[in-house]
Structures are given as C-alpha cells and as structure tokens.
C-alpha cells in the first residue's frame, strides 16, 4: 500500500519537484491500484528503478532467448508495438509478412511443397507445441472412429528430457504422457527402447532437436526409421512432431547434413522459437504442417468480425505482431549467411568454452556445443568441497547467471551447470566468464585449505 507521508502539506508543484523526491510518497504502491495519478517521468523512473534488480539479460546464461538485436530492430520494434496480430484485415502487410515467413521456413525445413505449406507464428514454442499436439490428437481420434476403435485412452511417447510443456500438454489435453527412461550416458530419447512404449493409442512420439537438459540432438531420422519397420510389421502408423525449439534454427545452417526435417516423411509437423535461436525478442514462435492432410480442418476457426473471412488456429485471439515484424526483419537481415555466420560463431565460442572446462580438473563436460552450442558440465568425483549448487550461485557474485540443475528421472544422480551461447556472447565475454569461473573456482578451493594453526606440526605451538 502506498504511504504517503505529510499528509497536511500543501501539495508540491509536480512540474518541480525533483524526481526522486517523489513529493512525500515513501512507498511505491504494490497492491492497490493509487488513488491518484503520477507524473509520467516518476512512474518511468519507480518502474525502471525495480526491473534493474533483475540484473542483466546480458551475462544471463540461463536463457534460449534473444536478448540482443541490432538498433536497427529496435527501432522496427518501437514503431510496430501497436500492431494486433489478430487484425489481420486491418494490417494485411503483418499477416502478409507473416505467411512470407512461414514459406521460408517450410522451405528452410524442406517441405515437400513449401508453396502450400500449412503453418502460423504463435507466442512461442509451447503454444505451438500444443497446437501440433491437438492435431496429432484429433487426426488419432478420426482415424480410430473411421475403424469404429475406442478412443479413450490416447498416449503421447517421448523422451523423460522433454521440455515442460509436453507434460502441460498430455495433462491440459488429458493425453497419458509415456516417457521413455533416460539411460546412462545417454541423456535423451533414442529408437532404441521406443517401441516398447508405442501401441494402437499413441498419437504421436516427439523428437527434440535440442535437447533443453544438455544441448544434445535426438536421432529423429532413426526415431523414423524404426516407426516405419513397425507400420510395416503392424499396419500401426505413428507420426513424430520434431520440437525444434533450438535445434529449428540452428541445423540447418550449423549441420546442413544432417537430416530430421520434413525430409523424413514420417514428420508431420514441427515448431520452433522464433525468439530463441531465430534471433528475435519474446515472444514468438512458429509451428508448421508438412501439408493441409496434418492439419485438421476442424480446428481451424474461421471468423469474420474484423472483415473478411478470417481463418485462425491459435490459443489467443489478440496478440503482439511486432515480433513477426522482426522476424521478417531478421530474414531479410541476415540472409542464410547471415544466419550461418551467428550460429557459427555462437558454436565456435560454446566449443572453446567446453575446450577451457576440459582443461580444469575440478570438472568433467558433458556436451561441448557440437549440436547446440550448449556446454553442460559437472563437478568432479574427487571434488568435495563445492557442488554446482555452490558455484552457480558463487558466479552470481559477478553478475553472471548460470543454472544448476539435476538431469530428469533414471540420471537424477547427475547434477550440472549449464552454459546457453546466444548471438551477443561474445568471444571476449567467454573470456571474461571463464576468468570469473576459475576465480571463484580457486575460492571455493581455499575455503577449505586448513587454517595456519592445522598447518603446523603438531607440538610446535605453545
Ligand atoms: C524452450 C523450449 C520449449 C518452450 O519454448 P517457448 O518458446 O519458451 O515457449 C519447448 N521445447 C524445447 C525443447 C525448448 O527448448
């Protein structure tokens, strides 16, 4: 509640009065909307003095998503806050742009007719990933309800490294999720145990490329492989959605070889986050169909209270469009080589990251940022003074920003750090944070030396 002192005084000439004077008000208002108005320069100035608290997005190693864009961006951003992307008959130009990217996508994660690709731009991946996952449900339930099959038991398989927002998914959807055990080293979903978990109920198994836990790519093409084999054995047709949160707009310009895209005509559908490594501010995100036959005509509305006939399939009716904007901004931008040379440089830096943690004995890597440029790392069996509990929050001292966590069930014995490389983490930056690392390494070190007295041989004192 806003205090306001003084109460009895004459009221204070607010074109005057220094800023943060704040004319007597002691507290700033935090549960009730304030009586009366501010000066637009003091509300500016309360606001902005909170959020600095957060510390900066900057040396935050945490984050998949964008927190760099170039002025020119952020310029674009200021003059499109206002676009709805909802309206789309009354700014034909942002829906035009954004069906201009999702066909470069399409042709970006090689659909088999980019032309008439099927796709939207949503708030972010797990809107997407929801909006595939309702697809794969419904398609399911049609084609059991064509063979008069029950369809109350659906299931959904994937790896126990999923992102949260499959387990919202299976329990917002009522779908049972079935998670495959992470297995040794092996720290995501492979082919090799799927198929004990896939039956006639199984909508759908997910595939990430770019795994959130560790950076690591799960082998979509074998995932493939072995679902063919067993609709060829059992006439059961199981399709994969390929959750290219990362991975989406990473592979294609880091390792153009390899093969998980629409290639694979087992995947359906994929979706990935335009604000993570497509190099845009939260929040966007983009989900496509490899063809209209994936995308059940059902779901999609169709109104026609802002003009026109407007077909939308999306959990929000009314949304931001400037982040489609500056996707758009970013394509154009950039260019493919653009995009390689980012994510190339984002690799390179990662990779020498995971080299330098290598060469430290108090620790062991577990991916080096050869498939996103994630490095995960663990402390060493015969460190005893200090877990990565510690030292993330050791690092916190020099502003930077590093989780510690503890790997899904079956690996939750394997606790780590971890480093997320994104575009404006530069070369130096590494630098600097691997000179923090080793300083606060070297700290937590000494904190357990013996004192002096210990160090002397016993009978020396007195
Ligand atoms: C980040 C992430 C998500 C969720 O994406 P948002 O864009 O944050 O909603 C889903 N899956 C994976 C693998 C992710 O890394």
């Not at 971890?418 to 070369?427: A, C, D, E, K, W």
Request: glycine content about 6%.
């Amino acid at each position: 509640m806003a205090v306001w002192t003084k109460p009895d005084q004459a009221a204070p000439d607010l074109t005057v009065v220094p800023r943060f004077t704040r004319a007597g008000m002691v507290d700033v208002p935090r549960d009730r909307l304030p009586a009366n108005p501010m000066l637009p320069q003091t509300a500016y100035q309360v606001v902005l003095d909170e959020v600095m608290l957060d510390g900066n997005a900057r040396f935050n190693l945490a984050t998949f998503v964008t927190t760099w864009m170039d002025d020119e961006a952020d310029r674009l951003y200021a003059a499109t806050v206002d676009k709805n992307m909802v309206d789309k008959d009354e700014y034909p130009q942002t829906a035009e742009i954004e069906s201009r990217c999702v066909r470069m996508l399409a042709d970006l994660w090689h659909a088999p007719d980019a032309a008439v690709s099927v796709g939207t731009s949503t708030t972010g991946s797990s809107e997407g990933c929801m909006l595939a996952g309702m697809a794969l449900k419904r398609r399911w339930q049609q084609a059991r309800r064509a063979a008069g099959a029950s369809t109350d038991r659906p299931n959904i398989v994937m790896g126990g490294n999923v992102q949260v927002v499959w387990e919202k998914f299976a329990n917002y959807w009522e779908v049972e999720p079935r998670y495959v055990p992470l297995e040794g080293d092996v720290l995501h979903l492979t082919e090799e145990h799927l198929l004990d978990y896939v039956d006639e109920n199984t909508i759908g198994v997910v595939a990430v490329l770019g795994s959130t836990m560790d950076g690591s790519y799960e082998p979509v093409e074998a995932i493939c492989r072995v679902l063919d084999e067993h609709e060829a054995a059992t006439g059961v047709a199981v399709p994969v959605h390929v959750d290219a949160a990362s991975g989406g707009f990473i592979a294609p310009f880091v390792q153009p070889d390899l093969v998980w895209d629409f290639q694979l005509p087992r995947v359906v559908s994929i979706q990935s986050s335009g604000h993570k490594f497509g190099l845009v501010y939260p929040g966007v995100g983009w989900v496509l169909w490899r063809d209209t036959e994936h995308l059940p005509e059902d779901l999609v509305f169709h109104v026609n209270y802002l003009g026109g006939d407007m077909p939308t399939f999306a959990l929000n009716f009314s949304r931001p469009g400037a982040q489609v904007v500056l996707q758009y901004y970013q394509f154009l931008r950039l260019g493919f080589e653009g995009y390689r040379e980012v994510q190339q440089a984002c690799q390179d830096v990662a990779r020498h990251l995971g080299d330098a943690l290598r060469r430290m004995p108090e620790y062991e890597v577990i991916t080096d940022g050869s498939e996103l440029p994630v490095v995960t790392f663990r402390v060493a069996d015969h460190v005893t003074l200090f877990d990565v509990f510690d030292m993330s929050r050791k690092l916190r001292e020099r502003g930077w920003l590093v989780p510690a966590y503890t790997m899904p069930p079956n690996r939750e014995d394997l606790a780590v750090l971890r480093l997320v490389v994104r575009n404006g983490f530069s070369h130096d930056m590494a630098e600097l944070f691997l000179r923090d690392l080793a300083t606060a390494t070297e700290w937590m070190d000494d904190l357990s030396a013996p004192m002096p007295s210990e160090e002397q041989p016993s009978g020396f004192h007195h």
